[in-house]
């Protein structure tokens, strides 16, 4: 059974920092793409950052560049997000997200982050 699990979401003033993790099971981990996404309160969900299987790839949306990092451990399959900078704007939920050989997307629950004084 395929699950991902976000932690690390929390309440920051603005210009801190936080690191996200998202712990996976039940697929081949190492082989897969990973992305963050986030959705803000009636918003839409948008993409926030992946990586490739190696690690080695890492785009970002165009909001986090420079302030976020994606990183993942295949040993331990977990994936991050190091967040730093924060900002109100970046208050949303933030989900962990891959596609299997299926090509259905699996999603993780979530975690919050709220980024207030």
């Known amino acids: 059974q395929v699950q991902l699990v976000e932690s690390g979401g929390a309440m920051v003033q603005p210009g801190g920092s936080l690191r996200l993790s998202c712990a996976a099971s039940g697929f081949a981990f190492g082989s897969a793409l990973m992305s963050w996404f986030r959705q803000a309160p009636e918003k839409e969900r948008e993409f926030v950052a992946s990586?490739?299987?190696?690690?080695?790839?890492?785009p970002y949306a165009t909001s986090v560049l420079g302030r976020f990092t994606v990183s993942r451990d295949n040993a331990k399959n977990m994936v991050y997000l190091q967040m730093t900078n924060l900002a109100p704007e970046d208050t949303a939920v933030y989900f962990c997200k891959t596609i299997l050989d299926d090509g259905i997307s699996r999603w993780g629950k979530g975690t919050l982050v709220t980024v207030s004084l």
């Open positions: 990586i490739s299987p190696s690690g080695t790839n890492t």
